[in-house]
Every structure is written in C-alpha cells, then in structure tokens.
C-alpha cells in the first residue's frame, strides 16, 4: 500500500533527476562551444575579421537621340527591368521597337499614342538587346543603373539585334574577338545621317569600333555567344 508522504517523495526525486540532467547538459554544451572556440582561435590566430561593403558606385547610360530613329543600347540595366523604368525617361519617344531573334514573331513594340485598350507587347527591357528609337525631336537621354560584366549575349544563327552591354569603346577586333570566324558583317547606324555603315571581316570598313550606347545588326552563321566585357 502506497502512502501519501512516498509518492510525494518520489515525485520530488523525479524533478530532482530531471534538473541534474539538464544541468549535465549545459555543461557539455558550454564544454564544447570552449572547444570550438579554441579551435577558431588556433585558426585564425585571435584574428578578428571586418568586412566593409563598399556600394557599387552607380552608372549611367547618356544618350543623345536624334528626331526621327535612333539603334541604341542601355549597358546601364544591370538585369531585365519593366519598360516604364526606361522610357520614363524618354520625353520625346514616339516609339520603340526591339527585334527578338529566333521568335516566331520577332518584333516587339511600345508606341504611347495608341489607344489605352492597345496591347504593348515590349514589356521588359534588357541590356543585353538593341531598340530601334523613333524620337519626336532631339534630347539627351541620362539613366542610372549599374554595371555588370562581362556580358554573354546570346546570337542565333542569322540576324541579331543587340546591344553593347559595357561602358568601353573598343576596336572591332578586340569586340568580336570571342565570336571571331562565326559571323559575316556587323551593321551599326548613325543616327544623324540615318544611314547604315558596316564592318566586314577581316577587311576593315567605316564601322571601325564599337561604343557604348550604340546598338548592333551581326549577322552569325551559326548559334553563338558574344561575351562584351
């Protein structure tokens, strides 16, 4: 026969065992993190490390557009961005196309004169991709965004409009380098005279260097990769 003063006693054992082992617990815990602790310091020598992260300084795209159609590229957007964070800063834009090659309806347009119910089907913009500019009259163009490089620019076989994702002028050599024996001609277009001019290797021609802002025609003979730094 049990008696009330034993139960007592061994419910108040229980606890006892309970708190003595987790008691024994937070000693092996705290023995280990000393361990590890010491360990770190065998490592690093009681070295204490700071990092300071240092914002990546903006960059910006400035453009000048010329009344009537301008070929141009924003090296500026660091990744796909909506539309309006581009064309917000367009005052005079009548319209702008952009040319996706290997899409079974390749061109893609915005034009803010139409109605409201009109459906735009340029939606995002890529730095990595050319824009055909139809502008009212001419205006300097300034966007901040940032720098990412380099750039792999994906080319299907036949004609691709691009951009020129880098903030470098160089010579055509040292641009298509990467891409060198896999293309026939490059076409860029001047938007003052609105006129094309081209560069055929290996012979050089008036498209001498390639330039930030400006946007290409390359026409590859097989699927490539561009990659601009």
């Not at 924003?74 to 005079?92: P, S």
């Not at 952009?98 to 079974?104: H, L, M």
């Not at 008036?206 to 025609?217: D, F, H, I, R, S």
Request: hydrophobic fraction near 35%; proline fraction near 7%; charged fraction near 20%.
């Amino acid at each position: 026969m049990r008696t009330p003063g034993k139960d007592n006693y061994d419910h108040k054992l229980g606890e006892i065992v309970i708190i003595l082992g987790i008691f024994s617990l937070l000693i092996m815990t705290i023995i280990n993190l000393d361990q590890t602790s010491s360990s770190i310091k065998d490592i690093t020598g009681n070295a204490v490390s700071r990092v300071n992260i240092t914002p990546a300084p903006p960059v910006f795209c400035n453009l000048t557009l010329e009344p009537g159609w301008n070929l141009v590229s924003f090296m500026c957007i660091i990744y796909e961005v909506d539309r309006i964070n581009v064309i917000e800063n367009i005052t005079q834009l009548r319209s702008i196309f952009e040319y996706q090659e290997g899409s079974s309806d390749p061109w893609k347009s915005y034009n803010p004169s139409l109605p409201s119910w009109v459906v735009h089907d340029l939606e995002k913009m890529k730095r990595v991709e050319g824009y055909w500019i139809d502008a009212e009259s001419s205006e300097q163009v300034v966007i901040q965004g940032g720098l990412r490089v380099p750039t792999n620019v994906p080319l299907e076989q036949g004609w691709n409009l691009v951009g020129y994702p880098t903030n470098k002028t160089k010579t055509v050599n040292e641009s298509f380098a990467s891409i060198a024996g896999n293309f026939t001609e490059v076409r860029a277009f001047n938007r003052t005279t609105k006129g094309y001019y081209n560069y055929i290797p290996p012979a050089t021609g008036p498209l001498n260097q390639t330039v930030p802002g400006e946007g290409y025609w390359i026409n590859v003979t097989q699927n490539e990769v561009w990659i601009v730094d």
